[in-house]
């Protein structure tokens, strides 16, 4: 199958216009004219994704981060954006990344079911799409009424971590969360405006953690890696479904810190 093959119906389904300006998804890296055989999906282009990718014969590596977000000076194997694209190109691999696009396009609705909220609304608004808005994040009511502490419990088996950081009085009761993933310092205030009484995001710091509990808004940081690689089998299932011809690998999951 051709590379461009893919991208015509992935520009459909995530189209590179639903993203944030400031963001850089698409094809990084590859010859759209190239012939893919084994696709190889992780959420970020790290060394050890781009030696498994070798390893698996992939030819196209899919990621929710891009490669690529600032301007690149040179390609050399001194850095290691410049080391990962020069394996990539040695071995023929190309790269393709949904990120902010990705976001608003699967990444919320994904979020919003792992934490089993309802009558949802789109938290941050950054379009429209057949009428309708569409964006980053959801907010909405919990299943049943319960304490923070409850709640925060209900988040780490919900996504598998092992372990948040709550800011908060344990005892609150929540009735109305509100989730982003990756990082979510941007939507704290849409968040406060659409009435949570909690956020689950990650990269929260201190201050603004503290700040948004004065204003009345508990935060519970699962963790940038730990609110998104669902991306990872959910793009699996997404390739296996409409590219049934392809071979599809994927990375391992792994949080990338430990509790001590």
């Not at 520009?11 to 990084?28: C, I, S």
């Amino acid at each position: 199958m051709k590379c461009s093959e893919i991208l015509e119906k992935f520009e459909k389904d995530f189209p590179e216009n639903a993203a944030e300006e400031w963001d850089n998804p698409g094809l990084l890296a590859g010859r759209r004219d190239s012939e893919i055989r084994t696709v190889y999906v992780t959420l970020d282009v790290t060394d050890e994704a781009v030696a498994d990718a070798v390893s698996a014969g992939a030819d196209l590596i899919v990621s929710h981060h891009p490669l690529i977000f600032s301007p690149v000076r040179r390609v050399t194997d001194e850095d290691r954006i410049g080391r990962r694209m020069l394996t990539m190109i040695e071995h023929h691999i190309a790269c393709l990344a949904a990120h902010t696009n990705f976001d608003v396009r699967k990444m919320a609705d994904l979020n919003e079911k792992q934490l089993g909220l309802k009558n949802t609304e789109v938290l941050m608004v950054t379009g429209e799409r057949d009428g309708l808005p569409e964006g980053i994040g959801r907010v909405g009511e919990v299943p049943e009424e319960m304490t923070l502490s409850s709640f925060c419990e209900r988040v780490k088996a919900a996504l598998s971590v092992p372990s948040v950081l709550c800011y908060g009085d344990a005892d609150r009761t929540i009735r109305r969360a509100a989730v982003s993933g990756g990082s979510g310092k941007s939507v704290i205030g849409d968040a406060k405006k659409k009435r949570a009484d909690v956020i689950v995001t990650g990269d929260i710091d201190y201050h603004t953690a503290i700040d948004s509990v004065a204003d009345g808004l508990a935060v519970i940081d699962a963790g940038h890696y730990g609110t998104e690689y669902c991306f990872i089998d959910y793009m699996v299932g997404y390739f296996e479904k409409n590219f049934p011809e392809l071979t599809v690998r994927k990375a391992k999951i792994h949080h990338p810190y430990q509790v001590y």
